[in-house]
């Protein structure tokens, strides 16, 4: 039985997605459904059980389970509940890993890029106590992710049982089919699609940094079933352990992921590029490109998709059908 938090959210959904399909009827989602339509993510999946987080100590009493996938977080970049963030994003991940650990279960989570704040210290996924000290991420939910990062590292340096599978996933900016109820945190591609196909301009944010263009803001765009790919194949390696980046390797621009969407629909580029919110400016990355030595010397040879084969295979299977989900 298999174990998915988050599991009906964005990057969860398409974990579900790869199970089922793998043959495992066996997994167990815990989430929040809410009212936002996100159970339509689920609803071509077949489920053991859906357990609210809430419930999910009480439930994981005398189970006994093949992994535990932990997606689940509050992932706005935005968020300001310093205290509800780290309860979600912290101390019940440490509360997993303690239950992974009893139960001699795998625990593969999720951290993110976020915890490299503007890239001043590289953005290699070392994960030393010493080189995870050096990091400073820009906002609270970097900050949880760093501070769980660390705590699993400490737990490494000292020689303290750990699961016997450990996989924590530094995922970059990724995109893909069952994004839509992550409202403002949706990848720009899926928020300003219909304005690509309805022929409406598409906004972009112009540049606040010399030496950058505008729309040239750059990040590592990771399509979901490469991210899903690395999850999967950590399933099938369980003598692999460490913190590994998940990104492609290779910074692109916002203009690049908009353009690839039009060529994709055989439409003309319409951009225009507007003041970015001064809230956010001193918080912006202007760039991200994550090191995947690490994962490929785990023996990781799985390679990810080109930005414009991505877009392509999410506007023509999914942004541009009737049907968007999974």
Known sequence: MFLVTGGAGFIGSNVVAALNDAGHSDVVVSDILGSDGKWRNLAKRQLADVVPPAEL????????????????????????????????????????????????????????????????????????????????????????????????????TRGDRLPPQWAGLKFFNVFGPNEYHKGTMMSVLARRFDDIRSGRAVQLFKSHREGIADGDQRRDFIYVDDVVRVIMWLLATPQVSGLFNVGTGTARSFKDLIVSAYAALGLPPNIHYVEMPEQIRGSYQYFTQSVVDRLGRAGYNGGFTPLEDAVGAYVKGFLNRADRYR
């Open 57 to 156: 100590a009480d439930w994981l009493k005398g189970r006994r389970l093949e992994a535990v996938i932990h997606l689940g977080a509050i992932s706005e970049t935005t968020a300001t509940d310093g205290d509800l963030v780290i309860e979600t994003n912290f101390r019940l991940s440490l509360r997993l890993l303690d239950w992974c650990t009893a139960n001699t279960t795998r625990f593969i989570y999720a951290s993110s890029a976020a915890t490299y704040g503007d890239g001043e210290a590289g953005f290699d996924d070392d994960a030393s106590v010493a080189a995870l000290k050096r990091l400073r991420p820009m906002n609270l939910y970097g900050w949880s992710k760093q501070l769980f990062d660390l705590a699993v590292a400490e737990r490494v």
